[in-house]
């Protein structure tokens, strides 16, 4: 692992999407996995090359809903049978059909708001500034060009070792990404 706290990493410039899936895929291979990928569209297999096979948002929100459900009955069935017991019509004080609705909602509501934030802090958001911005060439990564960055936290990277092996991979630009 390289020590230098200045470097935030080595951003390769590739031709065509092929040229980046391929060289993502090298990386990969060679042991690299604190890297990204980045490209002005979509490009099919990139998340598996880059080792992103797993997500955790399906358990948060599933965590999220029945947090919400949960918490909805036991609001109702405390204020129902426990905090103010009203007798209606020979119900009994813990009537659950009647408090569908509200644990319905309550379940969607928890789910929801746990999707939007889950996502927001898995992918590291709001991110205001981010390194490879001080790079010029990468305005165009919105618009025409392929980049493909190994960031020096990665346990194999080595600046020199990294470089040579980006080198390898023909890429039309090696640029090192201060911190």
């Not at 002005?40 to 992103?52: C, K, S, V, Y």
Request: hydrophobic fraction near 45%.
């Amino acid at each position: 692992m390289d020590t230098n706290p200045g470097l935030y990493g080595l951003l390769a410039e590739f031709d065509s999407p092929q040229t980046l899936l391929q060289a993502t895929r090298s990386a990969y291979e060679a042991g690299y996995r604190r890297m990204d990928a980045y490209a002005p569209f979509p490009i099919e297999g990139l998340p598996d090359a880059l080792g992103f096979h797993r997500t955790r948002m399906p358990l948060l929100i599933l965590i999220g809903g029945l947090v919400g459900a949960v918490s909805g009955f036991a609001l109702q069935y405390y204020c129902a049978a426990v905090s103010y017991p009203i007798n209606v019509g020979g119900r009994p004080l813990n009537s659950w059909p009647s408090w569908i609705p509200v644990t319905f909602e309550l379940t969607v509501l928890i789910a929801s708001l746990t999707a939007v934030f889950g996502l927001l802090a898995l992918c590291g958001l709001p991110m205001p500034y981010h390194p490879l911005f001080h790079v010029p060439r990468f305005s165009r990564a919105t618009r025409d060009a392929f980049f493909l960055c190994i960031e020096s936290t990665d346990p194999r990277f080595n600046l020199p070792a990294t470089k040579d092996f980006l080198a390898g991979l023909n890429p039309r630009e090696i640029t090192e990404v201060p911190q």
